[in-house]
């Protein structure tokens, strides 16, 4: 479904990505670990159009998508949630989910929002309050919730377990994989690489730029290379 092959990022004269490969298969969850500064978020930024890269090129349903703007990648069936969550904290959560149609003219938006406050029960609830004053479970539930509501193909989820407590962790896990279970392809950034590969079909390690490991997810899970450096400590 999506095939990136050889890209380089820059940032001004400073290369984050270098030579990055990756393939997501329709169906599957594939998950992207490394440590701190290892080039995950840039690796989302230029899948989605955010960042060009300066070699490389990304296909997306076996079409050349490189280069192609952040809103015609979402016509096309990609929404990414971003590290940190991005969500607008002066409109309220039913603001915030009706700006994730903002490309629809379809007349399901309404019904959609409504299957999607089904699926998050918390933001019915809270339907009319700000979005700024959830809390950081909440707010990643609806940054997810709006990315779904642009009817994704594949949704790019960029640390959406980050500083959260870990029962709601657990909460965010189970809702990805009934994202995937719902037939959406993710691709998921996360520095919580046992849960990460546990609910994962595929993964890939990057350090300094570069794909340094890559393979089934339960391979990973026993990998030496895996468990020293990123399963160590991690008892969840
Ligand atoms: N806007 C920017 N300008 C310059 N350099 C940047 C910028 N954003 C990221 N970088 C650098 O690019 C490299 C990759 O950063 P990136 O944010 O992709 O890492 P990451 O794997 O997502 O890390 P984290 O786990 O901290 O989110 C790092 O060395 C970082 O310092
Ligand atoms: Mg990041």
């Known amino acids: 479904m999506l095939k990136v092959s050889g890209i380089e ?9 270098k030579n990055v490969n990756l393939v997501v298969e329709q169906g599957q969850i594939v998950t992207l670990l490394g440590a701190n500064g290892a080039g995950k978020t840039t690796t989302m930024k230029t899948i989605a159009g955010l960042l060009k890269p300066q070699k490389g090129t990304v296909e997306f349903l076996g079409e050349n998508i490189t280069g192609m703007r952040p809103d015609q990648l979402v016509r096309k069936g990609i929404a990414l949630v971003p590290e940190g969550r991005a969500i607008l904290s002066t409109m309220t959560v039913l603001e915030n989910l009706e700006m994730g149609a903002f490309h629809r003219n379809d007349k399901d938006i309404k019904k959609d929002i409504e299957n999607v406050m089904q699926q998050f029960p918390i933001l019915k609830e809270r339907e009319d309050q700000l979005g700024g004053t959830l809390s950081g479970g909440q707010q990643q539930m609806l940054a997810i919730a709006r990315a779904l509501l642009s009817k994704p193909k594949l949704l790019l989820l960029d640390e959406p377990s980050m500083g959260l407590a870990p029962l709601i962790v657990a909460d965010i896990f189970k809702m ?20 990460a590969l546990k ?16 393979g089934e997810a339960s391979n990973l899970l026993e990998d030496p290379r895996v468990v020293e450096a990123y399963l160590g400590k991690k008892t969840s």
Do not use: P
């Not at 990022?9 to 990505?17: E, M, P």
């Not at 990805?176 to 849960?195: C, F, H, M, P, Y």
């Open 9 to 17: 990022t820059f940032y001004g004269k400073i290369q984050a990505l």
């Open 199 to 214: 609910v994962a079909d595929y993964g890939y390690v990057m350090e300094t730029g570069k794909i340094i490991i890559n």
């Open 176 to 195: 990805i994989r009934e994202i995937k279970d719902s037939g959406t392809t993710v691709l998921l950034v996360e520095q919580n690489a046992k849960q």
